[in-house]
C-alpha cells in the first residue's frame, strides 16, 4: 500500500500562513501530525515513523522542525508526563488526561470560566492548559475486575 500526502496544497498554506517555508520536510512532518490528531506523539516517535519513507531525515531535523512550528503557533507542546515533549496539533483549546497505568493522553473538552479570559491582573495570557491524571476508563474498568 503506498501511503500518499493527503493534501500537499493544504499543508503548504498552512505552513504559509505561519509564515513557514514549505519545505519538504515540514510538509512531511506537518502531515504525518495531521494524520495522527490525537496521539500527542514525541520527536522521536514522528522520527521513527518518517525514517522509513525518508532515509536522509535525522532526529535533529525533526526536533529543529517541530521547534519552528511551536514558535509559529503550528502546534502547542503538551509536557503532561512531565518527562517529555508531546506535541498536539494547535486547534481549539482541549485539556488533557493522563492514564497512570497504561501512558495513554486522552483529549478533554472540559470549559473552565479562567480559559476564556483574556488576561490575569494586567498578564496577557496566550495559552492554557489543563492537565489532569488518573485511570482511564478501560483501566479503571480492570482495577475493578481484580
Ligand atoms: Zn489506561
Ligand atoms: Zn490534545
Redesign the pocket.
Known amino acids: 500500500m503506498i501511503e500518499t500526502i493527503s493534501n500537499t496544497d493544504e499543508l503548504r498554506g498552512d505552513l504559509a500562513a505561519k509564515g513557514l517555508k514549505p519545505t519538504y520536510q515540514r510538509i512531511m512532518i506537518l502531515d504525518y501530525l495531521n494524520k495522527h490528531k490525537s496521539k500527542h506523539l514525541t520527536v522521536e516517535r514522528i522520527y521513527e515513523a518518517l525514517a522509513k519513507k525518508m532515509p536522509m531525515l535525522s532526529l535533529t531535523t525533526v526536533y529543529n522542525t517541530l521547534n519552528s512550528f511551536l514558535k509559529a503557533g503550528l502546534v502547542s507542546a503538551i509536557t503532561i508526563t512531565g518527562t517529555e515533549v508531546r506535541y498536539d496539533l494547535t486547534s481549539t483549546p482541549h485539556h488533557h488526561f493522563l492514564?497512570r497505568?497504561?501512558g495513554?493522553i486522552i483529549d478533554v473538552d472540559v470549559r473552565c470560566p479562567i480559559a476564556n479570559r483574556k488576561n490575569i491582573n494586567g498578564c496577557k495570557i496566550e495559552e492554557v492548559h489543563g492537565y489532569f491524571k488518573g485511570?482511564?476508563k478501560?483501566?479503571a474498568k480492570k482495577q475493578r475486575k481484580q
Open positions: 492514564c497505568q497504561c495513554q485511570l482511564c478501560e483501566c
